[in-house]
Each structure stands twice: as structure tokens, then as C-alpha cells.
């Protein structure tokens, strides 16, 4: 671990050489309001404006004090010093930018509930890598918050907060103005056969009405992205033994790290997004509210540069095919395949309408989205060599849902109830073609399709015992899986339906002790399949059929067991909390991604009948401490994570479970030089973790989870009242991490800023 040390300096540099001023601290420290109500616990960040999601359970609310001092070139890149968070970002505008909360991984991508506006934004059609949430419905600049609870202690949540839910609220619009960004990024990337600069811009800007003598509002507002980011998969030669021909070449890369050498890699993605959002509400003179929202998303993806860096006697590259080119390096007979060129082009979109108000005492919330992918389009070429290759045609997946809820107080109570109901559907045909790029003669090759809906209610008590508050509640949900099937060839299989329900009872119990601010929370979840872990399989690349371990019409719903313990001090200037945190999760649902032998990634899901995870986080926030102007925000947290039972693979019983590190931290030092001068450094740091269920694959290179460390600053300057300039380095200390896939090197932004 070549970075822990220098991690855990970072994170408790602040908390250490903070110590001796707590004394002090503590005697100037305010005293507590008499009031009898106990604050809520909200650990880190902005206090101007209420939390939007119900805080039980550690809770974390992200401002514009947090977003000046990030580098955020897309909308998830916002939350990134939240504390034991991160998000699987492999490049500037990585559309599988999957969050993992805690002991959530990153390929557990439905185990986060993501809202936008309080719309569903949670890509539940997988529970994969490559199923992140829809962060482009909106853009960076239109931003007001971030909240984050972790964990599922709010029974107005469904199993899909099992690891915690992350709320977007964006800007209201409160008067006619407007506002832009545009982005320049640039990352001068070295590794094996590259050494070059990856570059791009965006250009975001919107407009905003109020009208001053009625109840409308709106906020037009577009953003234009382009990038390319540098190659996410290597490609290894493979030792063969078979008799031929093999051709001397040269060109390949040794790395001790890997069994064999590196020979080629995946084209760069060249990425090119639009989206377009358009926000109308209205509001009565007798409080009740409308908004609507509609939102279209383009994104193409091109990666039409693979490499092979093999080179025969004569000079020239020789291409790897998807048979296997025989090669001989180094005096050792190989085979070189796997190397592909691909494309994308997909639209989406996102309707919502949300009403809400008060009748008769009761606080009345509804809201009604439909996400649709109208368009997904992806073709893949065979090999290097050969015209041939795949197109796969995706007929409208996308999801339904419904949410409403009541809330009224009645003396020491406040009672809420609620319905919601969800459906999703995916449907996806892949054909052969003879020329992968206009997909010219196709002929089918497979069809995969499904649909799942859960409904449900929950009820709340929030009773006021003086000195503490208690929240009893509990949440029921119906599941269905329906007309799900595949066909190959000429054969369909359609799969039996399915039906499921599933109890959650959930408490939290909040107060003061002396100084201290306390909340115990306890809390069960059930996590049904999703569509494509049922239905949704896949062809390996180089395959013909359908991978039958790449889904599972029979997984079970993964059940979790969760506690939570929070405690919080505050003095003067410095604010320390500490949570404690337990979970328990029966028929656990992993996803296991892993290379084949020349580097083509492969998935497949199962059950495991039991795993545990428990840890702590120690957060420190100070204002003005040492130093007029200066604010500190830091987080360590330690977790361990096993596998408890698993009767289909004993041997991983015991283990650290894969993709997720013991140790954490993320923080953020902000200083203002002057009132149009601020500086901050930010720090990311994950300890290594394993990378399967076993224990036995671990390393610091492509195809393992990687250590991390990652140093990021920024410079900002007003220029006016309405323009800022600032200038941000990511990954500054050029730490060359991995999620199997490789991560940025340092990067650069440049961006200029407007709002009137």
C-alpha cells in the first residue's frame, strides 16, 4: 500500500494538528438552544437550505461552498469528497460513472437510489457497471444541492436505497437572468504504446424566467460535451501450444505485473453529448405547486483507433483476428486477439410532472416520469481485420414512476403515508452483419427481453418524546417479473413470471446527550432482480450464443439487515461526528467481472447466501480555525466486508469481499486569499481491495482494483460580480490507478463561468 501512509496523513492533518485548540474550543463553544427538539444530524456541508431527502442514518447536504471548490466537469463529479463515497469515473464523460456507497461496490449499481428533482434517475434496468445513474439529465452549472443519506432508514424508500439514496435538487428560478460555463480539459495520458493528450469542452448555458404578477417559471437551459478518453481495455498476447506458423514480431510490452505481454488496446472513446432540458412550473396563490420537466440526451460514442503495436520482420503492425493471429515474442509462441472497433449512438429522454400542496392540514406530494432510451444503436466489429461484426438494436427500454405521499402533524405526532409504483422494460436484439460499420446483411443472431413493476406502500410515525424524537415505520412492496425470454436463432425460451413480496420495518430514534448529538437507526431492505439481471444476457465478444451465466431468470431478491449509530459534538469552530455502521445481507446479489485470457471482460451473476459489513467514519469540519477564510472537510473510514456463507464457493467464506477497500478518506481544504481570490485542495484515497470472491486476485495494474490517491486543486478569481475564471488540476501527484480498466492521469481545466 504505497499510498496509506501519505493518504491518512492527508485526511488527519487537519484533525491532528487541530487537537490542541479543542480545549479552547470547547470553552468558547455556544450553548446548546433550549429548545427541546433535537437537531438534525447533517454532517457535512451547506446549512442554508433544508435537506430534501429524510435525514435518518448518516446524512451529508453539498452546496455551492462544495461545488466552487470542485473540478467538475460532468454532474457526479460534484459529490466526490463526500465521506467513504466514490464514483467509478474512468474518463471525462464516462457514462458508467456507477456510485459506491460504503460497502455498495461498483458493479452494484441498484443498490443507490439516485433523484433528480425527486425523478428516478437510477438506471434499474441492470445491476452492473455498466447500469450507472443518468447524471446528464441535468448540468453541473444548474446544480443548487447534492444530499446523501446512507443506508435504508426511511421506510418512504424502497429496497433500492439499500446502500443509501443521493438527491439533486437544481436552481429555481427566482428571477429573469441567465447563466453559462464553458470548459476547455486537456490529460496528457502515458501508458505502454501511448503517450498523448486526451482532450476536450463543454459549453453549458440556460435561462431563467419569473414572472413578477403570476405563478409561472421556467429555466430553458442546453449543454454541448465533447471528449476523448483514453483507451479502457488492454490486450494481452495469450501463450499457445497449437501447431502453425508464428510470425517474429516485436512491439509488445513486458509488465512484470501481468502474466503475459501487453500488445494492443481498445480505441480511445471519442465522446460526443448534447442535452437540452426544459423546466416549467407554476404556483397558486393557495399554495400548491406544478412543474414539469422534459429533457433529451445525445450521446455518440466512436472508437474507431484500436491499437496493435505488434510489428513483424518487415516493419509492418500486424493485426490481431478474432481466430487468433499466431505471433512469436520474445522466443515464446503466442496468440493476439480480442483488439475490436466499435460505435454507439443513443437518445434519450425524460418526462416528468410533479404537483404538490396542502389540503385539509395534509402536505400532499405526487409525481408522475417516464424515462425513455428512444434510440441505442451499438455495432462492433468482429476483429481488426474482417468488415464482419455485430449490431445491437435496443426497442425502447426505460421505466415508469409513480411516488405520492401525505404528511400531516398531529400533536406530538407526524404522520406520513405513501404508494409508489415502478415498471421497467428492456428489450435488445443483437444481429451478425457483414460490414460492422453500416450494419449491412443482417442476420439475427439473438433477442433478449423482460419487464419487471414493484409496488408499494409505507406508513410513518414521527413522535415527539421532548428530548428525542422516535420514527417508527415500515414499508411493504410487491414485486413482478413478466414476459421475459430469449431467442437464438430460431428458438425462443420464454421464462415462468414471478411474484414476490417483501416487509421492512425500519426505526430511528434521535436526541442529545449533554452536548452530543445522537441518532440510532435500524432498518431492513429487500432489493428485488432487476430486468437485466434476469433476462438481460449477453455475447461475449468473439461468441456466438448467449453467455447463460451473464443472467439468471431464478435470483433471488437480496435482503438486508442494516444498524446505524451517529454521534456529533460541536464547538466553536470545529465540528466532529462519528458513525458506526452494520449490515447484514442475505442472498446477496454479485456480479463478478473478469478477464479471459487476452483481456476481453466477461460478467456473470449469482446468489450468496450471506455477507456482513461494519465500519466507522470519523468526519472533522472546521471554519476559520487556524487560519480567517479557511474551511476543512475530511473523512477517514475503515470497513470490513466479507463473505459469510457461500455454500456454491466455501472458500471465499471469510474473505474481503471484492471491489471494496478498508479504508477510505475524502476531503476538501477551501481558503479565500481575498473576497475574489479562493484556493482549495481536495484528496480521494481507497485502499486496495480484492478483486474477486477469493482472496487470490490482487494487484497494481490493469484488470485489478487498484490502491488510489488522488490530489486535486483549484484556483478561482471574480472577475466580476458575474464572471469567474478558475484554473483545476485532478490526480496532481499523477497517480496511475485501476478498476480493472485504467484511471485518468492528471488532468487539466480551464473554465470561465457567468451568472447575472
Known sequence: MKNTTCALVAALLCTA?????????????????????????????????????????????LGHDQFDAINAVNVEDLMKYAPNFYVRKRFVGD????????????????????LVDGYVVSNFLGNRYDYAPKWNVVGPAEVRQFDIVYGPYSARYGGNSMGGVVSITTEAPKKNDMYGSVQAFTMPFKEY???????????????????????WSARASFRHFENTGQSMTYNLLTKSSAAGTYTPVTGAYVDDRLATPVFGAASPVDVVQDQARLRVGYAWDNGWKADALVMLWQTAQDQDNPRSWLVDANGNTVLPTAAGTKVRFNGVNYTAKGVTYSAMDRTESLMGLRLSGNWQGWDITGNLSHYDIGKWDNRTSLDMVSAAGQ?????????????????????????????????????????????????????????????????????????????????????????????????????TRAYAKRHD?????????????????????????????????????????????????????????????????IARRRFDRITLTASLFGQSIDDAVYSYQGLLEDGTVVSRYQNIERMKQSGVELIF?????????????????????????????????????????????????????????????????????????????????????????????RISYDLTKATQISLGIDNLNNDQAYVSHPMPQRSFMLEVKYRN
Open 17 to 61: 494538528s487541530a487537537l490542541p485548540f479543542i480545549a479552547h474550543a470547547e470553552t468558547l463553544a455556544e450553548t446548546p438552544e433550549a429548545s427541546d427538539a433535537p437537531k438534525e444530524v447533517i454532517v457535512v456541508g451547506q446549512k442554508n437550505t433544508p435537506i430534501t431527502v429524510v435525514p435518518r442514518g448518516l446524512s451529508v447536504s
Open 501 to 565: 413480496t417483501a416487509f421492512s420495518p425500519k426505526a430511528s430514534l434521535q436526541g442529545d446527550i449533554g452536548a452530543y448529538n445522537l441518532q440510532l437507526s435500524l432498518g431492513t431492505a429487500t432489493r428485488f432482480p432487476t430486468v437485466g439481471e434476469l433476462f438481460q444476457g449477453k455475447i461475449n465478444a468473439g461468441q456466438t450464443e448467449i453467455d447463460p451465466t451473464s443472467f439468471d431468470p431464478n435470483l433471488k431478491p437480496e435482503v438486508s439487515h442494516d444498524i446505524s449509530l
Open 391 to 491: 449490431q445491437t438494436l435496443y426497442d425502447h427500454p426505460g421505466w415508469w414512476t409513480f411516488d405520492g405521499t401525505i404528511d400531516q402533524a398531529f400533536g406530538r405526532h407526524a404522520l406520513a403515508f405513501g404508494v409508489s409504483a415502478n415498471q421497467y422494460e428492456t428489450s435488445a436484439t443483437t444481429w451478425n452483419t457483414t460490414q460492422w460499420r453500416t450494419a449491412a446483411n443482417p442476420s439475427l443472431a439473438s433477442q433478449v427481453f423482460g419487464k419487471t413493476a414493484i409496488a408499494g406502500v409505507f406508513a410513518e410515525d414521527e413522535i415527539d418524546l421532548g428530548r428525542a424524537v422516535l420514527t417508527l415505520g415500515a414499508r411493504f412492496d410487491d414485486w413482478r417479473a413478466f414476459d421475459g425470454g430469449t431467442t437464438t436463432g430460431t428458438i
Open 193 to 215: 504504446g501511448f503517450d498523448e493528450s486526451f482532450s476536450g469542452y463543454s459549453v453549458e448555458g440556460g435561462l431563467n424566467y419569473k414572472a413578477k404578477e403570476s405563478g
Open 95 to 114: 457514462d458508467n460513472a456507477v456510485v459506491a456507497l460504503r460497502g455498495a461496490n461498483t458493479v452494484q449499481s441498484a443498490r443507490t437510489l439516485v
Open 621 to 713: 469540519e472546521s471554519h476559520d480555525l487556524l487560519l480567517e477564510g479557511l474551511t476543512v472537510e475530511s473523512s477517514v473510514s475503515w470497513m470490513d466486508a466479507r463473505t459469510e456463507t457461500n455454500t456454491s464457493a466455501p472458500t471465499s467464506e471469510g474473505v474481503q469481499f471484492p471491489r471494496i477497500p478498508k479504508w477510505r478518506s475524502n476531503g476538501n481544504l477551501r481558503y479565500a486569499f481575498t473576497p475574489k481570490l479562493k484556493a482549495s485542495l481536495g484528496w480521494r484515497y481507497g485502499s486496495r481491495p480484492n478483486s474477486d470472491l477469493f482472496g487470490l486476485v490482487r494487484g497494481d495494474a490493469y484488470g485489478f482494483q487498484t490502491e488510489y490517491f488522488f490530489l486535486d486543486t
